[in-house]
Each structure stands twice: as structure tokens, then as C-alpha cells.
């Protein structure tokens, strides 16, 4: 069992950056692919970015890629997100995921594990 725990979220003007961080503990973070997702508030939670399990690989959607930036620290148990460029449309609560695989997905049901999120606020 993996439990998840997100921080970093905060109010930023558009254009700014954040970084977001995700503390793993209770499993074996580095045998898990580990993934971002986001949802604004009356939309369903979209896919973000995803890392294998190695850090070796990485898969961004569209809407994020060149200004959003997966990593992982596997020897702190802990992941990262590195958000730059902020738009107001990337307003949301970020959630991170484990998944019980070891390559990058972007298919929420692939993702076991959960974080409670944290609100990402941009004004614009």
C-alpha cells in the first residue's frame, strides 16, 4: 500500500511557476510508474504527465508539454512537478498516482494509488 501526499500548490499570476511535490511512503517507490493528473472544478481529471519507474522516461500531454516537467528522486521517495508558463486554464487540484507498472501511462485506471491533490490557483 503507497500512500501519496501532494504539496506546493499556491496562488500564482499567469506566466508564473510552482513546483509541486508528492511524498511517497508506505510501499516500494521506485518499482512504481508515478503520474500527474489534474481537475478543474465541474471537468473531469485529465491526464498530465507521466515518469517510469526508472525516471528514464517521460510523457507529457499536449496542453502541458514544453512548460510542465516530471521528475522523481527515488532515493527521497518522492516526485515532482515542475510547472512554468502558467495559464489560467491550468487552474485545478493536481493529484499525483502510482501505477503497478514500471513504463509511463496516461490512463487513469492503470493508477492504483492516489494523493489528495493540491489547488493550483493562476490569475490571470
Known amino acids: 500500500q503507497v500512500q501519496l501526499v501532494e504539496s506546493g500548490g499556491g496562488l500564482v499570476q499567469a506566466g508564473g511557476s510552482l513546483r509541486l511535490s508528492c511524498a511517497a511512503s508506505g510501499g516500494t517507490f521506485s518499482s512504481h510508474a508515478m503520474g500527474w493528473f489534474r481537475q478543474a472544478p465541474g471537468k473531469e481529471r485529465e491526464f498530465v504527465a507521466s515518469?517510469?519507474?526508472?525516471?528514464?522516461?517521460?510523457y507529457y500531454a499536449d496542453s502541458v508539454q514544453g512548460r510542465f516537467t516530471i521528475a522523481r528522486d527515488n532515493a527521497k521517495n518522492t516526485l515532482f512537478l515542475q510547472l512554468n508558463s502558467l495559464k489560467p486554464e491550468d487552474m485545478a487540484v493536481y493529484f499525483c498516482?502510482?501505477?503497478?507498472?514500471?513504463?509511463?501511462?496516461?490512463?487513469?485506471?492503470?493508477?492504483?494509488?492516489w494523493g489528495q491533490g493540491t489547488q493550483v490557483t493562476v490569475s490571470s
Open positions: 515518469i517510469s519507474r526508472s525516471g528514464g522516461s517521460t
Open positions: 498516482a502510482a501505477a503497478q507498472r514500471s513504463y509511463t501511462t496516461s490512463l487513469a485506471p492503470d493508477y492504483s494509488y
